[in-house]
């Protein structure tokens, strides 16, 4: 697939990166016409399948060793967790912190009724 439109989050700042306001042209030509491939934006650097199955393969390849010293079985979400862990957690955070905001302000809303 050919990407020719560069992504927005690559020079995004942060008020438009939250407001996701660089979606807006995007969902316009989709009201429009149907999408084609070539609309869409190229992924970025980090998202990109290439890089992530080295990093993967790697992380693999690294608890193959362990797993063989210790002489357990490999595990594949020990080796997921490696790569992607923090990035779960971080997303996990946030979405305690808006799942109990929501919850928190539920009430009062509903109160109001």
Request: some cysteine; glycine content about 6%; proline content about 4%.
């Amino acid at each position: 697939m050919v990407f020719k439109n560069t992504n927005h989050l690559e020079i995004l700042n942060l008020r438009n990166l939250y407001t996701n306001r660089y979606t807006i042209p995007l969902f316009l030509k989709g009201r429009t016409k149907d999408l084609e491939s070539d609309d869409l934006y190229k992924p970025l650097k980090e998202h990109r399948s290439d890089n992530l199955g080295n990093k993967l393969s790697k992380s693999w390849e690294h608890e193959l060793q362990v797993s063989a010293k210790k002489n357990k079985n490999p595990s594949l979400l020990r080796a997921s967790l490696n790569v992607f862990g923090w990035e779960i957690v971080l997303q996990g955070f946030v979405l305690l912190i808006l799942e109990f905001g929501c919850r928190c302000i539920q009430p009062i809303f509903l109160g109001g009724l």
